[in-house]
């Protein structure tokens, strides 16, 4: 019975996507396939996306689009977002499973979200145009997935322009808003709305319904009782001040077959770490990097957050790829893996290399970030 729900409710949202996508793909959903699909599994031919994409309306089987959505998102979303969506599983991995954030949401902005990501935060950019896992097609699944939590109709808010002042809304935020989101809207506890790729899919009428409804069971209250239409068109025009263009994506690092450079100070003395510990310090891994220890630092994060910034002397492997990489990877040296949310994804890469008999291998316990933050070297671009 609830599937035969979850089905007319994923029936409703395709033949509403049909509608709105005559106009893509935008520059960056792609219309290759990614290797998103697992193999010998019964999904539709990656062509199915393809043809959607050119607004042709390919015939989409919503039940297998619908099975490969949940498989994808368990395999790359829900350590972050939750299982069913509730969010919070990784630190500041927004409810996705949320209503008030699907009714307002449509499936372009899901989609820009899933595969362009929010850069400098721990979403990633999931593309494979961005060196991810996703083709456009498998984007289109995980939307149809999370559209099987939505309770609501969806309400369109695309009419609704702000035409407010910037000024009298920086007044607002500074009193409504800045203690979660930041002075500036960066840096905060929760959610960076001064982000291009945020400010660049979400328009006025999302940004001003999302402030005046709140999500109910986040952090995220409504204001719509605290604040008048004109004060929300404040906010939502100061917010827009603060958009720029999004970052044209850096060159990514090698793929499988292609590493150099793996092992950072191949003749340096062995590190003094523990032989068998689950994490190690920044300062401990500074101090070994600084006295030329020898060792292998893996950067556990997708390509693009890699390109723009990794720590010097690392090498990209994604946590979804370990074992084909490994083949790259002697298992003489200490290895070190390493992400942002800081734990999530390089416990996943540990773990699977223990699991592939590295016998020695550890987590930069407070991650990238923490490692930036303290001044020390880190870098873009496609090189360790
Ligand atoms: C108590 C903390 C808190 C305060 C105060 C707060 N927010 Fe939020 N806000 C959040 C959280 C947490 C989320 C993400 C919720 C989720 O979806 O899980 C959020 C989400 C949002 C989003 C959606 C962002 C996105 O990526 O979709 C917007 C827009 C937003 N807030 C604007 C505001 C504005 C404007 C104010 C002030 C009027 C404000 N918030 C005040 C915590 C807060
Ligand atoms: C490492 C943790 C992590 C993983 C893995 C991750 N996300 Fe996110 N995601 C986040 C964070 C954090 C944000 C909020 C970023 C911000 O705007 O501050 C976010 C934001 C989003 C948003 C925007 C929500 C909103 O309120 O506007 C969507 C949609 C989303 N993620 C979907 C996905 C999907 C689908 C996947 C799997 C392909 C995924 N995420 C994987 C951490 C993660």
């Not at 697992?38 to 390919?58: E, F, H, N, W």
């Not at 693009?304 to 990489?325: C, K, L, N, W």
């Amino acid at each position: 019975m609830a599937r035969l729900a979850a089905l007319v409710v994923v029936l409703a949202s395709v033949a509403a996507g049909c509608r709105s996508q005559t106009n893509h793909p935008s520059s960056d959903a792609g219309v290759e396939a990614g290797d998103g699909a697992l193999p010998g599994m019964l999904l539709p031919p990656a062509d199915a996306g393809r043809a959607t994409a050119r607004g042709v309306d390919a015939a989409v089987d919503p039940v297998a689009q619908l099975a490969r959505g949940k498989l994808l998102y368990g395999r790359y979303c829900n350590f972050c977002h939750g299982d069913t969506g509730a969010g919070y599983a990784a630190d500041q991995a927004p409810a996705l499973g949320n209503d008030d954030l699907l009714t307002v949401a449509t499936d372009e902005y899901l989609r820009d979200a899933i595969v362009k990501g929010r850069p400098g935060t721990t979403m990633s950019a999931w593309s494979v145009i961005r060196g991810g896992p996703l083709g456009y097609d498998d984007a289109e699944a995980i939307v149809a997935h999370l559209r099987t939590w939505q309770k609501r109709p969806s309400v369109s808010t695309a009419d609704r322009k702000a035409n407010g002042n910037a000024e009298r809304g920086a007044t607002l935020f500074a009193t409504h808003c800045a203690s979660c989101h930041g002075a500036k809207g960066k840096n905060g506890k929760y959610g960076a709305l001064a982000n291009a790729e945020l400010l660049a899919s979400a328009t006025d009428g999302f940004l001003a319904t999302t402030i005046e409804h709140g999500r109910a069971g986040t952090p995220m209250q409504a204001f719509g009782t605290k604040l008048t239409p004109e004060q929300v068109d404040d906010v939502v025009t100061l917010l827009r001040s603060w958009q720029q263009a999004p970052e044209e994506p850096a060159p990514l690092p090698p793929k499988p077959g292609a590493l150099t450079n793996v092992v950072l100070n191949p003749r340096g003395p062995q590190p003094a770490f523990e032989a068998k510990t689950d994490f190690i310090k920044v300062d401990l891994v500074k101090a070994e990097v600084d006295r030329h220890a020898t060792m292998i630092i893996v950067d556990a994060r997708p390509p693009s957050d890699y390109a723009r910034m990794h720590i010097a002397g690392a090498i990209s492997v994604p946590f979804y790829q370990v074992e084909t990489f490994s083949k790259e990877i002697p298992k003489d040296r200490y290895v070190l893996t390493y992400c942002a949310c800081p734990h999530a994804e390089s416990v996943k890469v540990r773990d699977a290399l223990r699991g592939l008999g590295y016998p020695r291998v550890a987590v930069i316990d407070e991650g990238i970030l923490a490692w930036r933050d303290r001044g020390y070297p880190v870098r873009g671009g496609a090189k360790p």
